[in-house]
DNA sequence: CATTAACCGAGACGGTACGTCCCGTCTTAAG
DNA sequence: CTTAAGACGGGACGTACCGTCTCGGTTAATG
C-alpha cells in the first residue's frame, strides 16, 4: 500500500464468503437426481431439498436447473482425453467412438435435457455452445491442425466444417433416434470424416464461388 | 401395408361428431401463439382461451402441447417439394438450400421446440421421427436411389448414412447455434455429399469389418 | 315456474359447481389450527394441507387468511343470544358479562387477532365492521331501543354512543391489556351505561353546541 | 425519577461505541417509510437499506419493526402536553380534543400498526402498554386526582375506569372505523367522562357488591 | 321421431413447482 | 467490539398450469 492503491485485485469484498460446501452439496444432488429419476424429475426445489439448502440459495448463483447441471458435469473431473497417436484415423476414431459409446449410455439423457433446455433459454443456449459444446469442437480440431502440421493432410481442409460432420450426426441419431449409437456408427463417422479431410480442393473451390 | 387398412371399419358411433370448427380454432390459436410469443408461452390454457375452446376439447384430441404443434405445422398446406433436375448435385443443392434458408427464418424457432420437447417426452419424439422427420430423410433418400438408377453414382453408397450427413449438421447448427444456416453452408452440405457418394468403397469395407 | 322466468334465480352459470365439502374442511381446519396452535401460526399453506385441498381452492374463494376465521367464526352456530328481561340493566348486564366472559377465554386470542389483520387490509377491515362487529352493536342498540319504548329511558338517549362506550373499554382492555376482563368490569360497564342513559339531557344539549 | 438513573456505573467497554449516527439514520428510515408506503412495507431489510445500515445492527439495538417505529415516535420531540386549566371538564376537553384529532390524521395507521403488532408479540405488547399507552393514561389520571384535590370532584371517583372510558371508545373508533373521530365525538367522550365523574356513588357500591 | 351417446363451453378441483420476499443468524473485512 | 456487506437455512407467499372432474346444453345417428 505505498501509494498507488489502483484497484487492479479482485475486489475483496465485504460480507459473508460464499459457501463452498453449499455449492458441492447443490451440484452432488443434481447429478444424484439426474442419474437416479432423470432431469425431467429435476426440480430447483427438489434439489434444494436433497442438498440442506434453501432455494434462494440456488438462485442466487444458478439462473435455473440447466446451469446447475451443466455446472455439475464440466466440474466433474473425469476430463475427455485428447487422443495423440500420430495418426489422423486413430486420433479421430479414439474421439469419436468413446463419445458415441458415453451418448449411447449415460450420458444421452443428460445431453438431451441439455439441448432441450437451451431451446428455450437464449443465455443458457450460449453457456452451453461456449463452454461443453466448444470443448468438444477444439478438441477435434486440434486433431485435424496437428494432422496438418504433420503435413499428413493439406492445410485447405477446414476443421470447423469437418466439426460440424462429426458432432452433427452424432447429435442427430442421438435426439431424433432414428439409428443407433453404436461403433458402427463411430467407424462410419470417422471414415467420412477423413475422406473430406483427405480430398479438400473441393471446398476451397466453393469459398471462392461464394465469393462470387 | 397393401391397402385394406381400415382397421376392422371404426363403427362410426352415435354421438355428437367432432366439432371441425374447434379443431380449426385450436391449430390457428397454438400457431398464433408460436408466431407471437413462441413456444415456452405455448400453453394448453393459453390456446384454450384464444380458441375459445374448453380445455377438455383439447385433451380429447391432443395427447400434449407438441402434438397441436405438429399437427398445425404438417396440416400446413407448403410442403416440401421432391427436386427432379436429372442431376444428383442439382437435387441435392435443391432439397437442402432451401431448408437451410427456412430454418434460418420461421421454421427454426418451431423445429427447435418440436425437438426440445420430444427429449421429454418419447412418445411424441417417436410420432416426430415417424412422420416429420422421416418425411424429409425420404425425399433425400429417394434422389439418391434415383441417381443410383441412373448409374450416375454405385449402388454400395449408403443413402441412411447420406442423410445423416446432411441433416446432422442441418440441426446442429440450428440447436447450438455455433455456425450459420446461410447458403454457403448448404453448398459445403451438398459437396461433402457428393463427396461421400462419389466414393463410396469405404462404406462396404466397414461394413465387413464391423460383420468380423 | 308458470311462465315468467324472469331471471330472478342466482344465474345458474355453467361448470363444474363449487365443492361444499371443500369449503367445510377448508373452515374445519381453520378452526382447528386457531384453537390448537392460534392464529400466528395459521398459514393459507397451512390450511390447505390440513383440509386437504389445493391453496389455489382457497385463493379462488377467499382473499385471505383473515376471511376464512371470519367466515368460520360467523358461521359457527353458537351465536350471541338477545337477552330480553324487561329490565334494561339486567339486559346490559346478560349481553356484557358472557361476552366480557368469553373474551377474557378462548374468543379473546382470535378477536385480537382479526382486529390486528383488519389494520393492515382495508377490505377486511370492512367485512369485519360490517359483519361480525355490527352484529354485536345491534344487539345493544336493540336493547337500548326497547328500553326506549318500554319507556324506561328517555328517546333522547344516543344508542350509537352508548355501543361505543360499552365495547370500547372491552376491546381496549383486550388489546392493552393494562386491565382484567372480569365480572367486576362486567357490571362497572353496565353500571356506567346506565348512568349516562339515564340521565340524558346533556348529550343533546351537545349535539346542538355542536351544531353551532 | 430523582435523578441519578445512571445504573451503577454502566463500566465504558472497550471497543467501538455504538453508532448515534445509525441510530438515527435507522429511526428516520424508518418513520420515512411509515409514512409513505405505510407500516405493513415497513421490514427490517428496508430500513436497513434506506439508512445504510447493515441488518445485524438493528437486530442488536431492536428486538423487531415495532420498537423501532415505537422509539421513532417516542423520540419525537412534539409531546402531549399536561392541560391544567382549573377545570376538570376544560382540562379533559384540552387533553381529549386535539388526540382525537391526531388520531384521525397522520397518528391514525401508525397508532392502527403499532396495536396490531402488539397482538402477536406479547413483549411489544408489554412495551408499549408500559410507556407509550400508560403515558396517556396518566396524564388523565393527574387530571382527575387534581380535581379531587381542587374537591371538584369526590375522592370515589375511579381514575382507572375514567381512563378505559375515554381511551376506549378512541380506539375502538379508530381501529373498527364504524365512526368519525371529530370534534363531536371528542365532545361527547368529555361529557360521558364529566357524567361519570361527577355522581361517583354507584362505582363504589359496586366494589362492595363485588366484595360479596 | 324420440332416444341416446358423444360432444361442447365453462370452470372448479387436487396438485406441483415456480420465483420472490423477508425472517433472524452467520461470517467476513474494515475501522 | 462495532459496523457494512452480504450469504445462509428456512418458511410462506401468491401465481401459473397441469390433467381431471362435474355441470348444463348441443347435435346427429340409431332404434
Redesign the interface.
Known amino acids: 500500500m505505498t501509494g498507488m492503491d489502483l484497484e487492479t485485485k479482485p475486489k475483496t469484498r465485504a460480507g459473508r464468503p460464499r459457501s463452498a460446501e453449499s455449492r458441492r452439496a447443490i451440484l452432488q444432488a443434481a447429478l444424484l437426481i439426474l442419474q437416479t429419476t432423470g432431469?425431467?424429475t429435476l426440480t430447483i426445489e427438489g434439489v434444494a431439498a436433497k442438498a440442506g439448502v434453501s432455494k434462494q440459495t440456488i438462485y442466487r448463483w444458478w439462473p435455473s436447473a440447466g446451469y446447475i447441471v451443466l455446472e455439475a458435469l464440466t466440474s466433474d473431473p473425469q476430463q475427455q482425453p485428447m487422443p495423440d497417436t500420430g495418426s489422423l484415423y486413430d486420433d479421430l476414431l479414439e474421439l469419436i467412438r468413446p463419445m458415441v459409446r458415453a451418448l449411447a449410455q449415460r450420458r444421452g439423457p443428460v445431453m438431451?435435457?441439455l439441448?432441450?433446455?437451451?431451446?428455450?433459454d437464449a443465455r443458457f443456449?450460449?453457456t452451453?455452445?461456449t463452454t461443453f459444446?466448444?470443448q468438444h469442437?477444439d478438441i477435434l480440431i486440434n486433431i485435424v491442425g496437428r494432422a496438418q502440421m504433420r503435413g499428413e493432410i493439406g492445410f485447405d481442409a477446414?476443421p470447423?466444417?469437418t466439426a460440424?460432420?462429426v458432432?452433427?450426426?452424432?447429435?442427430?441419431?442421438l435426439?431424433?433416434?432414428?439409428?443407433e449409437l453404436d461403433?458402427?456408427f463411430a467407424?462410419?463417422l470417422t471414415?467420412?470424416a477423413m475422406?473430406?479431410l483427405k480430398?479438400t480442393p473441393?471446398?476451397t473451390r466453393?469459398?471462392a464461388?461464394?465469393a462470387e
Chains 1, 2, 3, 4 share one sequence.
Open positions: 432431469y425431467r438431451k435435457a439441448i432441450a433446455e437451451a431451446q428455450a443456449a450460449e452451453l455452445r459444446m466448444q469442437r477446414d470447423e466444417i460440424d460432420l458432432y452433427g450426426p452424432m447429435l442427430y441419431r435426439l431424433n433416434g432414428h439409428g461403433d458402427l467407424r462410419n471414415a467420412s475422406r473430406l480430398g473441393a471446398v466453393l469459398r464461388e461464394a
